[in-house]
């Protein structure tokens, strides 16, 4: 059965939706510990994220079809190079969306107290949401589109509300010192960076399901760029006014940080509405992520670099199997860090995604750069072009060497673990030409 496309609102809306999420209603808790410096890391990570944009904004106009960073590295590198990026980026999302269902039963606790006690209840709450949203994307991705746009619409609001009035409340004591960390504030910055850049990703979301998009070469890269600076334009007020509002030492224990905001601004009833607006939010976003999550392994599987079944449709057009086992691996992460508690759980794992995202990323920006260079670009080389290209890689490597070793160590193991399928599926092409030329 043929699915309707997405146009240009619900596109711009899988970006936004896909960044403005869990990484915004949770990540006040995660800076509490760096102070008003954060501020800083905020802004380069929204540069950085404006420059990516624009990357693949520009690579969208030239290389078309589904896949996003795995197309444009395939396109210009060959099929490893696209294959790591393919298996690097498809671990990114499995990572996001477990850090996102996460978030989502850490701001479901407001009303529920004991999934903030209790691990194993919690486990199986977020293991709850992450299948309920499988099922509505196997039903096809209008169905998922619409639940995108709807969540995206009422996620901005509380986020617009609490940056708007909490500017006229913040106590300058909160930010001294201002930076809380006690290192220098080269290395503050760069490790808000890492973590705030996580909040970012979803910016090449429209991309990715590019055949499923209407009039795709202009549809495409005007969500990228706008979904983009519609998420920074809300991150970076909002967020520096909770941590005006909270002092840093009540922050960093907080499960609900825009809640407990909210309820200092307007009253008690105003933190369970929010509450509420973030588990909405969180939805969204794990909806959108979802939605992305069979995308890149179909485009994969589509030029024979994964198993034949990645790219098999259901008939509501969208590819089951991939979303299935993405999520079985969502699930088995989540089970992995069940020990910790929401929060410590929530900052291992976005460093984990924003490492394999970022990855991918890096290629992209050498991608664009080289077609700039030889002028198979969407555009001309100008000054501009050209140092927008620029910074976009080398706030990349920045954020990557930023990520730490831990997750770096995780994301090398990730990766060349993947080799193995590479070889074997090169190997099973191999067989299938020879018995072609017999």
């Known amino acids: 059965m043929a699915n309707a496309k997405l146009g240009f609102w619900t596109t711009t809306s899988l970006v936004t939706g896909n960044m403005v999420g869990s990484g915004i209603f949770l990540l006040p808790a995660a800076l509490a510990g760096f102070g008003g410096i954060s501020l800083f890391g905020w802004i380069i990570s929204a540069l950085g994220a404006l420059s990516l944009a624009y990357v693949f904004a520009s690579l969208a106009r030239k290389i078309r079809g589904s896949g996003g960073p795995y197309k444009y590295a395939q396109h210009q590198f060959g099929d490893l190079m696209g294959y790591l990026v393919a298996w690097g980026y498809w671990f990114c999302i499995v990572t996001a969306n477990a850090a996102i269902a996460i978030a989502l039963v850490s701001y479901l606790s407001v009303f529920l107290p004991v999934l903030a006690s209790d691990t194993l209840i919690a486990t199986l709450a977020t293991l709850g949401f992450v ?46 010192p201002f930076n809380l960390t006690g290192d220098s504030t080269f290395s503050a910055v760069s490790s808000v960076a890492a973590l705030t850049m996580w909040a970012f990703l979803g910016l090449e979301s429209a991309n990715i399901p590019d055949d499923e998009v209407e009039n795709a070469e202009q549809t495409v890269p005007k969500a990228a760029l706008l979904g983009t600076l519609i998420s920074a334009c809300i991150y970076i007020p909002s967020t520096f006014a909770v941590l005006g509002l909270i002092a840093p030492e009540t922050l960093a224990l907080s499960n609900a940080p825009f809640a407990d905001a909210a309820a200092l601004l307007f009253g008690q009833w105003a933190y369970y509405l929010v509450a509420f607006i973030a588990v909405v939010s969180c939805f969204g976003t794990l909806n959108g992520w979802t939605l992305v999550v069979g995308q890149v392994p179909m485009a994969a599987a589509n030029d024979h670099l994964l198993p034949k ?34 929060v410590e759980q929530f900052t291992f794992v976005i460093l984990l995604s924003t490492l394999t995202s970022l990855l991918p990323y890096l ?24 140092i927008t290209s620029l910074f976009a890689i080398v706030f990349s490597t920045w954020i990557i060497i930023n990520t730490g070793f831990d997750a770096i160590f995780w994301g090398c193991v990730l990766l060349i673990a993947g080799l193995p399928v590479y070889v074997l599926m090169k190997l099973e092409k191999k067989k299938e030409l020879a018995k072609v030329i017999e």
């Open 363 to 386: 290629v992209c920006t050498i991608v664009h750069a080289l077609m700039l260079c030889t002028g198979k670009a969407s555009h001309r080389l100008t000054f501009a072009s050209g």
């Open 131 to 176: 299948w309920i949203l499988v099922g509505i994307n196997l039903l096809g991705i209008k169905e998922a589109g619409r639940v995108q746009l709807f969540t995206t619409i009422v996620k901005i609001v509380p986020l617009i509300a609490v940056a708007l009035v909490g500017v006229f409340f913040m106590q300058t004591e909160h930010f001294e």
């Open 309 to 342: 079944a990645f790219a098999k449709l259901s008939r509501n057009g969208v590819p089951a199997f991939a979303i299935v086992l993405s999520s079985v691996l969502v699930s088995c992460l989540v089970l992995m860090n069940a020990s910790d508690n929401l």
